[in-house]
């Protein structure tokens, strides 16, 4: 009887560290943020035609670009590693916490690059396989590697790279680089600083404790409120431009205003007056306003092509 106790007790612990071991793994992709970049991705997509996408270029593009920006998150966590043990946001990360090791990571990373430039290679295209692939280089090598510990500039200059996936989805479609996915590159590249600083702000001493210089280490909060406040007056600025431009329709046009009201309105409280909650609330309603922005984009491109 008790050595079938332990034996039962042997495979029960045995399946629970199977499926923490799988679940590290997982989150070393940061599922959240790929999702939201393949919204973005999946938009880009979508506008690039007025007919319906083929399943085929859908299913691969969205894999292929997925695989390629897990890749670029778990080279992420691999190389700042030792800054999150320092941070409370990250010190529980799985490699802080030594859960998998350094090279088990890259081999994953590894692999996931292969498969998904592969796929865009073989069934997307090889313009969209590049593409994706030095996003991936300039995310995981040229901004964390660099940028990141170089200039409080970090997240404005390396934000492109997170910027990308709209252009992505619009060259898997159509292999050819337009001017409308660029306006959408714009508008993600020029909503990533304030989204950013709003966080780190409130993660201002786990920062100045790791030493990276994000700009409220650098140049002060007051200095980063008062630029989340200019460039989210930018954003709402270039927002308009797709309808400008006939891009887009009145949907759109209401839609995005309503958006950018709505991050203006954070962005003037976090700078004249905010509590030690503003700055939290500010970044999370940042990821709101780009998910929402972007599934109006889709329901407007739709109303449009359908009536």
Not at 230 to 239: K, P, R
Request: proline residues 4%.
């Amino acid at each position: 009887m008790s050595k079938s106790v332990g034996t039962a007790s042997h495979n029960i612990m045995a399946k629970s560290k199977s499926a923490l071991h799988w679940r590290d793994y997982y989150e070393m992709t940061k599922p959240k943020v790929v999702m939201l970049l393949l919204l973005t991705a999946l938009v880009g997509m979508c506008l690039a035609s007025e007919t319906w996408i083929s399943w085929k270029i859908l299913l691969a593009g969205l894999t292929g670009i997925g695989f390629l920006s897990s890749a670029a998150a778990v080279i992420n966590h691999v190389v700042d590693r030792k800054i999150d043990a320092q941070m409370a946001r990250t010190s529980n990360r799985p490699l802080p916490k030594g859960k998998v090791s350094p090279q088990r990571a890259l081999v994953f990373a590894g692999v996931l690059t292969v498969v998904g430039y592969v796929i865009l290679e073989l069934w997307v295209n090889r313009l969209t396989a590049l593409l994706t692939l030095a996003s991936l280089v300039g995310y995981a090598f040229v901004y964390t590697m660099y940028l990141k510990r170089a200039t409080p500039q970090n997240i404005v200059i390396g934000g492109l790279a997170g910027a990308a996936p709209p252009l992505l989805g619009w060259t898997a479609v159509t292999n050819d680089i337009h001017a409308h996915a660029l306006l959408l590159v714009l508008i993600i590249f020029i909503w990533t600083p304030p989204h950013f600083w709003a966080l780190a702000i409130h993660r201002e001493k786990d920062y100045a404790r790791a030493q990276i210089p994000m700009l409220p280490c650098t140049h002060g909060i007051e200095f980063t409120k008062t630029s989340i406040l200019l460039y989210t007056v930018l954003l709402a600025l270039i927002g308009v431009l797709p309808y400008l431009i006939g891009m887009t329709g009145a949907i759109y046009l209401i839609g995005s205003s309503a958006l950018n009201a709505g991050f203006l309105y954070y962005a003037w409280k976090l700078k004249f007056a905010s509590d030690e909650h503003t700055a939290m609330k500010t970044f999370k309603f940042s990821i709101i306003h780009l998910m929402v922005l972007f599934v109006v984009l889709l329901v407007d491109h739709y109303m449009r092509f359908t009536f």
